[in-house]
């Protein structure tokens, strides 16, 4: 349960307020109480951050000197509303660039310009929500969501000569949701706008093509790009992000041109779902699902079903993404090297999790509770060595 | 629209017989109750002679009046249970069958979807939108008179000098004569005469309704038929002229 406003920072004018799960949207006076302690704060030479109560944290934060934004979480720390309320901000700028944010000239205007971004919000509040176990919602925040095709160089081949043919040096491709090749133009772009980007691509079931405004907040926040994207089969979305050309009629012609001799094996990437890594890649037996990080790229891939046969626990990418923002968020963030742990785990009643980390690589396994928990160790990190050394998957 | 009367051509309630159904079987998508949608390079499992005709169509209309709704409805995808505003521009191939006289064909009906704001921010979106668009779908709403009374200067502002003269389809949301509507039964009629063209009426939704695509039929085959029709008339024109 968590919900974000958004005002003004000089007037307190409420912009809007978004919240997502079982939590009552703050009302108006609330809403002006809140902004009222912050601004009062100010005044007394006093930066009021977070406050908690019992089971809910409130954080406030200020962008630009501009734009203030509270978010309010249950079961939720304060570090991860505050990395919330940057995202939401990262958010609007994409949608109606840093000009209009830094200076509100018009708050009627900017009010009916920022419900673009409001099915994003949605996304975002959804990656950070835990009480939400009920769709398969298997997103954290700031993270692209990956998956690890077979052949990754032949698919890379296909991207490449894409990013050529439309003229883009960012592309990609999305199969169920999830990254399954991209060009090095994509890698290139600040993790914090390849997120986003990811986000704003419409879901194949959602439209056939589409072709969305998008400022990037920190390459491009004051000049658009078009993020433009389209569907040749179901569950396969193939993107790029363009300047004036080409227009959306001409993108479709050109997509299907390159792709239509690749459908098998996009076709086969999309079989792989929801497992999201080749079958070649085989699991010790006692592993149900795993979920791999990379901090530096702010990539992730998860997956509850590696095993094929039995299900043990009921919902597996749900178990990992609280044993992530619980205990393995710290120490992905933690600053201090030396402070930094390496591994960690949890032990329930019907299964165990364990994480290790090498550098900026995080693998957390979730296995069945008959593992020994000695066992783990050694199976995570094993297992760890043998993707980054595996050739037919490229991580 | 002149010469033909709508009605004349297509069998409005193809869908329903034994044959529409047994065609509209393949549409369906086996993981939803809704229809399936089909990518560039999909296309239903129907026999191969089936021929088809492919039109594009451009929905214009206040923000939240109903553009995104409409078009869910008539593909028969389930819409999202809560409301956000159209980014930039979605585009939603809708395949559609219908029996023109003796003949089966496959309508394919590009929808374009734009967010009126993305709309009034961006100014290369309504060219890209309007360019060899065959139809602009206005749509108003039946409980906001101000919608409805924009249409005619909507229809000529978009509609004049446009070489390609795209057909004109009017849409009316929130549609209950149960209540007191803003706009009313006669005026929409009196619209009707004066544009003669059809006003379509979107009734209120019932969230996961069965047989929607009953409900939607006669408004999808209302605008291919007027569709086929300017298609007709522009070939006759080009035989006369030729
Ligand atoms: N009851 C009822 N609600 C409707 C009807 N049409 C639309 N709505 C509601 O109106 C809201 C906005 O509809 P959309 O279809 O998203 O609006 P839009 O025209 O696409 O708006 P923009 O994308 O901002 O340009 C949604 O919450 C719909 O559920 C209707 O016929 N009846
Ligand atoms: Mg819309």
Redesign the interface.
């Known amino acids: 349960m968590v919900s974000v406003m958004c005002l003004t920072t000089t007037g307190g004018m409420p912009l809007f307020n978004r919240s997502h799960g079982n939590i009552d949207t703050f009302s108006f006076s609330s809403m002006a109480s809140l902004n009222g302690v912050h601004m009062y704060g100010k005044s007394h030479n006093m930066l009021l951050k977070s406050t908690a109560t019992e089971d809910m944290t409130i954080v406030w934060r200020e962008f630009e000197n501009s734009i203030t934004l509270i978010a309010a979480g249950v079961t939720l720390d304060e570090q991860t509303l505050s990395e919330l309320s940057q995202a939401v901000f990262n958010t609007l700028v994409m949608f109606v660039g840093i000009e209009e944010l830094r200076n509100v000239k018009n708050v009627e205007r900017l009010r009916k310009d920022l419900r673009m971004s409001f099915a994003t919000i949605e996304k975002l509040l959804q990656a950070v929500d835990l009480t939400d176990t009920t769709g398969p919602n298997s997103s954290l925040l700031n993270y692209t969501a990956v998956m690890l095709p077979p052949d990754p160089e032949l698919l890379q081949s296909y991207v490449d000569s894409w990013s050529e043919c439309v003229a883009s040096m960012f592309c990609c491709v999305i199969i169920e949701g999830s990254l399954a090749a991209a060009s090095s133009g994509w890698w290139q772009l600040d993790r914090v706008d390849r997120y986003l980007l990811s986000l704003v691509i419409p879901s194949s079931d959602a439209s056939t093509s589409s072709d969305v405004p998008v400022f990037l907040p920190v390459k491009s926040p004051t000049v658009p790009f078009r993020l433009v994207s389209c569907t040749p089969m179901q569950g396969i979305r193939i993107v790029a992000l363009c300047g004036p050309v080409p227009d959306l009629y001409q993108f479709e012609q050109l997509a299907i041109q390159a792709w239509k001799s690749v459908i098998d094996l996009l076709n086969d990437c999309a079989a792989l779902y929801p497992r999201n890594i080749a079958l070649s890649f085989v699991f010790h037996e006692s592993v149900l699902g795993f979920l791999l990080i990379d901090d530096m790229l702010g990539k992730m891939a998860i997956s509850g079903s590696v095993s094929g046969h039995r299900k043990p626990v009921k919902c597996p990418s749900h178990i990992l993404r609280s044993f992530y923002y619980q205990c393995v968020h710290d120490m992905v963030v933690e600053k201090d090297e030396t402070a930094k742990q390496t591994e960690i785990y949890w032990c329930a009643e019907h299964y165990k999790t364990f994480a290790v980390r090498d550098q900026d690589t995080v693998l957390c396994l979730l296995f069945s509770s008959v593992v020994p928990t000695h066992a783990m160790r050694l199976i995570c990190k094993e297992t760890l060595v043998q993707i980054s050394q595996d050739k037919s998957i490229s991580w | 629209m002149s010469g033909m009367a709508s009605g004349s051509m297509i069998h409005m309630d193809w869908q329903s017989t034994a044959e529409g159904e047994t065609i509209l079987q393949n549409f369906y998508n086996p993981h939803s109750s809704g229809r ?7 296309k239903p499992s129907i026999p191969i002679n089936i021929e088809e005709v492919s039109y594009k169509l451009f929905f214009v209309g206040k ?1 939240g009046i109903g553009k995104s709704l409409t078009i869910a409805r008539f593909a028969g ?1 389930n819409s999202p249970a ?1 409301y ?2 159209t ?7 809708i395949l559609w069958p219908v029996k023109i006289w003796e003949k089966i064909i496959l309508f394919k009906l ?1 929808c374009w ?1 734009v ?1 009126e ?2 709309l009034k ?2 100014s ?2 309504l060219p ?1 939108c309007k ?2 668009a065959d139809g602009i779908v206005f749509v108003f709403s039946f409980m906001d008179r101000a919608t409805f009374t924009e249409l005619i200067p909507s229809i000529n502002k978009m509609t004049k000098d446009d070489p390609s003269h795209p057909a004109v389809t009017v849409i009316g949301t929130r549609y209950n004569p149960a209540i007191n509507m803003e706009v009313s039964l006669a005026e929409a009629r009196e619209l009707e005469l004066k544009l003669r063209t059809p006003v379509l009426k979107m009734g209120v939704v019932s969230p996961g309704e069965r047989h929607e695509v009953h409900k939607v039929a006669p408004l999808l085959n209302i605008i291919c038929e007027q569709l086929w029709i300017r298609d007709q008339e522009y070939l006759l024109k080009q035989g006369l002229s030729s």
Do not use: C, M, P, V
């Open positions: 399936k949608l089909f990518g560039l390079l999909e923000s995808i809560s956000f505003e980014a930039g521009i979605q585009k939603i191939n590009q979807d967010g704001n993305s921010k961006y290369h979106i890209s360019n060899r």
